[in-house]
């Protein structure tokens, strides 16, 4: 188990936390913290306004390790948020005994608290840990699916066919107007959304437009009338649009793309909104981290464009806003009406949890 991982769940779990540090948690100040003497791994607070700068670790296997734990320790001195600060090392007990005593004797003599954690402990509490999340928020929904829908505004692409034709109803066939073929993955992958966002239905043999579908092309942008096909991809949602697409994913019918949006907001959540990938290469710990909370397996590519196209979707929708940084990772923020959006879809899950365990003995009495 890797320390990003270890990270997340004592940091969710603050009592065991406290236990582990024999420090008394009122508030987590700070994680991550970015100074001139290192990257500071977090820092609590007790009560009494004193604070613990916390150098996490997991296993202690070699010198080489020690040495450079024991020196960025060191220079985590030079660095206080409060008058009151005491510095710590935490890590796993499993370490082997000689490299054990090393660290109790650096900790004498620098006067630094020297702690540790069990790491089986740990791993059993993660994985009670992203257990509870989902029974928080009431039924557990399938588990995230991958597909090559990069925007929500590709219905323009799906949906004009039945403008063009004038028709409720199509062919196969004419449904994929706009593609190579019906039986292209490219032309499935849309249909599948809008499908899934309920705009049309099928018998496998027929696309039939719907109310909500109707109601999307009555609102297309003006421009996609006069545009080329290759065109319609890249012209943006209307307003109305946009209303109508967030009326319908919250709805309580829960199809492959709202799934990957609720779980998306969940993701914002975990990590605090503090990293999404630009890069289809990442941190690995961050792969294992995700990987956990969906409860999937994915590699490194599958995720990267999961976890970016859903994100475009939620953008689309002003759910969550991306902060360009230039470097390795972005930064997101849930919005007012993400939070809103997020609500609804606990109280939803909520509530169907309920009626699946309504009691009825009352009716016996």
């Known amino acids: 188990m890797n320390e990003a991982l270890v990270q997340w769940t004592l940091l969710n779990n603050l009592d065991f936390l406290g236990h582990s540090l024999r420090f008394d948690i009122a508030a987590k100040i700070g994680q991550e913290i970015a ?31 020690l040495d450079y734990r024991f020196n960025q320790v060191s220079n985590y001195k030079n660095v206080k948020f409060s008058e009151s600060t005491d510095y ?32 089986n402990e740990v791993k059993d509490l993660y994985s009670r840990t992203v257990n509870q999340l989902s029974l928080s928020y009431g039924l557990a929904l ?17 949906l004009r066919p039945f403008w063009d034709f004038r028709r409720d109803a ?32 099928t018998d496998g043999h027929r696309f039939s437009i719907t109310p909500n579908g109707r109601e999307y092309i009555a609102n297309f942008n003006p421009s996609v009338s006069s545009s080329r096909p290759r065109q319609l991809p890249a012209i943006d ?3 109305e649009q946009r209303r109508l697409l967030l009326r319908v994913l919250t709805n309580g019918n829960w199809t492959v793309h709202k799934v990957n949006i609720y779980w998306f907001l969940r993701f914002v959540e975990v990590t605090n909104g503090k990293w999404i990938p630009n890069y289809r290469r990442f941190g690995r710990e961050k792969l294992d981290l995700v990987n956990g909370l969906f409860g999937v397996t994915y590699k490194m590519r599958t995720m990267y464009e999961l976890l970016n196209f859903t994100c475009n979707f939620c953008s689309e929708l002003r759910l969550v806003d991306r902060i360009k940084t230039g470097g390795t990772y ?36």
């Open 170 to 201: 199509l062919k196969r066939s004419e449904a994929a107007l706009y593609f190579s073929s019906p039986n292209t993955t490219n032309f499935k992958c849309y249909s599948r959304l809008a499908l899934d966002f309920e705009m049309v239905e």
């Open 35 to 65: 100074t001139d003497f290192g990257r500071i791994d977090f820092v609590v607070e007790d009560f009494k306004k004193h604070q613990l700068i916390v150098e996490l670790e997991t296993l202690l296997g070699t010198r080489g390790k």
């Open 88 to 119: 710590c090392i935490l890590y796993a007990s499993e370490t082997p005994r000689s490299n054990r005593r090393l660290v109790s004797d650096f900790g004498t003599k620098n006067g630094v608290l020297i702690r540790t954690y069990s790491l």
């Open 142 to 158: 399938p588990r995230p699916k991958n597909y090559t829908i990069c925007y929500l505004r590709w219905l323009n692409k799906i």
């Open 237 to 239: 949602l209307m307003n």
């Open 330 to 365: 972005d930064r997101i923020y849930l919005t007012p009406l993400g939070v809103e959006v997020n609500n609804i879809f606990a109280l939803d899950l909520q509530a169907k949890k309920s009626r699946l365990n309504l009691s009825f003995e009352y009716l016996e009495a």
